[in-house]
């Protein structure tokens, strides 16, 4: 007979204290609840918790140790009409499970009805889920941190890279089989080393947060592969682990952010708090269904048998009620605390606004994030739309947080594809965006920057493909994008035609280049940098297969590719410029005696500034930008001035190639070329005031402002020297404080 012990009703979850376990569950409804000890055998040992208060469940067992596996069985109303749907015939997960072992198979003992009644709700189903369903496990919370501390990085000086623990890792020869997939093969030296090759500052995860399978899927043998169906908010995915489910995918994960920390990476989840895996009514009943369905679910007004759904994925999280808020609040701040994460993206993030229909940008959940002492000090990333919302809610969150700049992907395909009537709105995205965000208090740092992410084509296949292909998938349905914006330069698909390749590859590093030299913070996708393809699927949330992994064997070009994004990357790195704290305001500086100049200015390709008529016409598709570096108002972290090289982008999405002819000397006396997409260009050595520069069609030149004496030299230098670097290779004098 087990021992037991009142316990105590906080902290909620399975907490092992060296000695022995607490137990505490939340439930408004349960009339009685009894703890599931399940022994190796899948035998069960169940003990009546006769504690209560407030509402909070719990016992203390004194015997019980890490790994032990458990569940729980909730008596009470099972009335829909209500809201209720409890059954103590369904072994539930704890919502605070720190570890969850095992996946759902399918059955119909998971679901609360039986499948031969027409009502779905009425006939309740009495069989045993436990042979069926996943269980909780105790963990043991302590872990050697050493001195892992947080790089704590600016935001103004991050570069985010988006990544899939499996699809990341499955494929790299250097990383060993038994462990291709899991949270130790992402913490293996040779993928690390590649992101800090790379020069990314932060690793932005998808859901690692324990997640179901669907049955649906499996049926077709597919799978959940991108992880949006969650069931545990506070356990690592079990299905990520080299070494166990018993609570060694726990260790496994602080490991790896031991190992991200040491090499000065910050470690972000995607994480999935507007929804859980257990659907609408029809869905089985794993954990919150059973617990106390209507005080964790957003139930219909008028119909309480029924859910109120603005994801998509059949049920929304009560946003309004004090537990609900309690629990994500809790999962955030374990994971910063006991996790040591350092950021979140949250995955519709308008959904948890919602505290009735419409999008309350000050409802309950922003106001205690706001004050959290732990949560607010972390990157608060929003997806600031959900299907409620009837388009985009860009713009619309609180001073706290940066978003996902849907509108940037959006300009910035159109504009290189050659959509007409897009110029200005380019300009404003590559800037900051600050018509979206200024209002709000916040600065281009609230932009998250992208032109590919997991939902959508690769970089690759945005250049390759104008339709999608997604015959894999065993079904056409839940596209990311409503139109995907690509142009496959004229040929669907693979080609042996050289200068579609060309042109594709040229494409590309338009898209790395823009994207890296807007303001705000720029996020790539994994494996963009290296040109993989997913062979124009444009939605792999099914294929966790080589469709979707990355894939490291690379060919001549794929190199060429990654080895111009981490030049592009450390370029970025060495320029405060184009990573300002601040929006551009007009402001003026003197610069090495040169008169004083405006922070941006903006060229036509003939040399004059800008002007209504130019923005408006509607097949403009060619711009010149100068950077001021003379004209950083913000100082730096010890309050001195930042300076930095002025830099003059010729930018030409056009057909053709375009002369562009160089600003008068009040702009400098001489340009020094940086870089070019057009990697097969020789740009030369210099230019002087007014000289016209060549610009490939459909590509990007930098220049930089040489200093009098640089440009004496360079004037004075024989031609031949500019062939002994090439345009790509070329560095400035970087970032600099005075």
């Known amino acids: 007979m087990q021992q037991t012990w009142p316990g105590h009703p ?324 374990y994971w910063i605390t006991d996790m040591h994460v350092d950021g979140f993206r949250f995955d519709l993030a308008a959904t948890l606004a919602r505290q009735f229909h419409e999008v309350d940008r000050l409802s309950s959940f922003f106001d205690i994030i706001q004050q959290d002492p732990v949560i607010s000090q972390v990157k608060l990333i929003a997806e600031p739309w959900d299907l409620g919302s009837g388009g985009y809610q860009v713009g619309g969150f609180p001073p706290l947080w940066t978003e996902w700049n849907g509108k940037y992907r959006d300009t910035v395909r159109d504009f290189w594809r050659g959509e007409p009537d897009t110029l200005g709105e380019f300009a404003s995205r590559i800037t900051g965006s600050s018509d979206l965000y200024e209002q709000t208090g916040r600065t281009p740092i609230a932009s998250i920057n992208f032109v590919t992410a997991h939902d959508g084509f690769t970089l690759r296949d945005l250049v390759s493909y104008n339709d999608k292909h997604n015959d894999a998938n065993g079904e056409d349905g839940q596209d990311g994008e409503s139109h995907n914006r690509s142009w496959n330069c004229g040929v669907e698909g693979p080609t042996d035609d050289v200068e579609v390749n060309a042109l594709r590859a040229r494409q590309q590093r338009n898209f790395l280049t823009t994207l890296l030299l807007s303001q705000g913070v720029p996020m790539i996708a994994h494996g963009d940098e290296m040109g993989r393809t997913q062979d124009g699927n444009n939605n792999t949330y099914a294929q966790d297969n080589e469709l979707a992994w990355v894939h490291w064997d690379l060919d001549e070009e794929q190199n060429a590719l990654l080895a111009f994004t981490r030049r592009l990357i450390a370029f970025r790195a060495d320029h405060p410029v184009i990573r300002r704290r601040r929006f551009f305001n007009g402001s003026t500086s003197p610069a090495n005696g040169l008169p004083e100049l405006p922070d941006l200015a903006w060229f036509e390709p003939n040399g004059t500034a800008m002007g209504p008529d130019a923005w408006n016409t509607g097949f403009a598709r060619s711009v010149a930008v100068f950077l001021n570096g003379e004209a950083i108002e913000e100082p730096d972290v010890r309050g001195r001035r930042v300076t930095d090289d002025s830099l003059y982008l010729l930018i030409n999405a056009d057909a053709d190639d375009i002369e562009f002819s160089l600003p008068d000397a009040d702009f400098g006396a001489g340009w020094s070329p940086v870089l070019s997409t057009d990697t097969d260009q020789d740009l030369g050595a210099s230019y002087e005031p007014r000289e016209q520069v060549a610009v490939t069609a459909r590509s990007i030149v930098i220049l930089a402002r040489l200093s009098a004496v640089e440009t004496e030299s360079a004037l004075s230098a024989p031609s031949p020297a500019a062939a002994e670097t090439p345009p790509t290779t070329r560095r400035t004098r970087g970032g600099r404080t005075q």
Not at 182 to 202: K, M, Q
Request: aromatic content about 12%.
């Open 10 to 333: 906080y902290p909620l979850g399975a907490t092992y204290d060296g000695t022995g376990t607490n137990f505490a569950l939340y439930s408004s409804v349960a009339e009685r609840v009894e703890l599931c000890l399940i022994d190796d055998d899948g035998n069960e040992t169940r003990c009546e918790v006769t504690e209560t208060d407030a509402y909070v469940w719990h016992v203390y067992l004194p015997t019980v140790q890490p790994g032990q596996r458990y569940g729980y069985r909730v008596h009470g109303p099972y009335d829909p009409d209500r809201g209720h749907r409890c059954n103590p015939y369904k072994l539930l997960l704890d919502p605070y499970a720190k570890a969850i072992d095992g996946q759902i198979d399918g059955d119909e003992a998971l679901f609360a009805y039986r499948f031969d009644d027409p009502d779905f709700q009425t006939v309740v189903n009495d069989d045993d889920s436990l042979p069926h369903t996943m269980t909780s496990v105790v963990t043991n919370p302590f872990f050697d941190w050493g001195h892992d501390r947080p790089p704590d990085r600016e935001y103004h000086d991050s570069v985010i890279y988006e990544a899939h623990v499996k699809g990341m890792t499955m494929l790299h020869p250097d990383v060993p089989d038994e462990i291709r997939g899991t949270y130790a093969a992402l913490a293996h030296p040779s993928v690390v080393s590649h992101l800090v090759d790379l020069g990314v500052t932060a690793i932005e995860l998808m859901p690692v947060h324990q997640f179901v399978q669907d049955p649906p899927l499996t049926e077709k043998g597919l799978s959940n592969y991108w992880g949006y169906n969650t069931i545990g908010y506070f356990a690592p995915h079990n299905d990520y682990s080299a070494f166990g489910t018993r609570g060694e995918q726990v260790l496994e994960f602080k490991s790896l952010v031991k190992a991200m920390h040491a090499a000065g990476i910050e470690v972000i989840l995607d994480v999935v708090y507007n929804h859980t895996a257990e659907g609408n009514h029809l869905g089985p009943t794993l954990s919150f269904r059973g617990i106390d369905n209507a005080s964790y679910y957003r139930l219909v007004d008028d119909d309480k048998r029924h859910y109120f759904d603005t994801t998509g994925t059949g049920n929304s999280l009560l946003m309004r009620s004090p537990h609900v808020l309690q629990m994500i609040m809790d999962s955030l701040r």
